[in-house]
């Protein structure tokens, strides 16, 4: 529930007035740039939501090349903070006691997925690190069988380049087609956030059922 809340507010705010396109342009890069980087260090931001909402808006200005640089800030603040997070989890593996970071990337891969991605790591490689990312949870339980597997930071940086730069075009295309839908962009906002809740939802559900 608290992803969704995160992304209604989200929506919820885009919906006020909107500033001028030079405003937009000044604080949202930066703002973007920050959250899909808090978001990956700490998986509680609806960072998916953010990228489809800042590709609308993006796709309703008249500055050239806006959709462009939405898709460089999100892919480089993802990889940014992949590569972070990554580091200190390495730290952790190799601190007698640990350290908070590698607890939190344990908490959020229980033991069953883990073993799957472990199993399916050894077998495809690099293909699952850059699916991971597309898979709504796929992430942190793939990151840490790459730690439990001791690739070195330099082998899952190059792995993650392609998956930052799927997972951003992704996302960027969700919010292209919410945001051609609608004449005012507020409203492909909304359909955007909606559609990158429900995806993330689809994972949690399945597992339920089964």
């Known amino acids: 529930m608290s992803r969704l809340a995160a992304a209604a507010a989200l929506a919820a705010a885009t919906t006020s007035a909107v500033p001028p396109e030079s405003t937009q342009q000044a604080l949202g890069y930066p703002s973007l740039f920050l959250l899909v980087l808090i978001g990956a260090l700490v998986p509680v931001v609806p960072t998916g939501a953010l990228v489809s909402s800042a590709a609308v808006v993006a796709f309703h200005q008249t500055a050239p090349f806006a959709l462009a640089l939405v898709f460089v800030t999100a892919s480089l603040a993802a990889f940014l903070g992949d590569a972070a997070l990554y580091w200190l989890g390495r730290r952790g ?35 699952v690190l850059v699916l991971s990312r597309l898979v709504p949870g796929g992430r942190i339980p793939v990151m840490l069988a790459c730690l439990m597997a001791e690739w070195p930071l330099r082998r899952f940086a190059r792995g993650n380049v392609a998956a930052c730069l799927a997972w951003a075009a992704t996302y960027q295309v969700i919010g292209i087609v919410g945001g051609s839908l609608f004449p005012e962009p507020w409203e492909g906002v909304v359909v955007a956030v909606v559609l990158t809740v429900a995806i993330s939802a689809v994972p949690g559900l399945v597992r339920r059922f089964r």
């Open 93 to 127: 593996l190799r601190s007698r006691g640990g350290s908070r970071w590698l607890a939190a990337i344990r908490t959020r891969a229980p033991e069953e997925r883990l073993e799957q991605a472990r199993g399916k790591l050894a077998d495809h490689g690099v293909a």
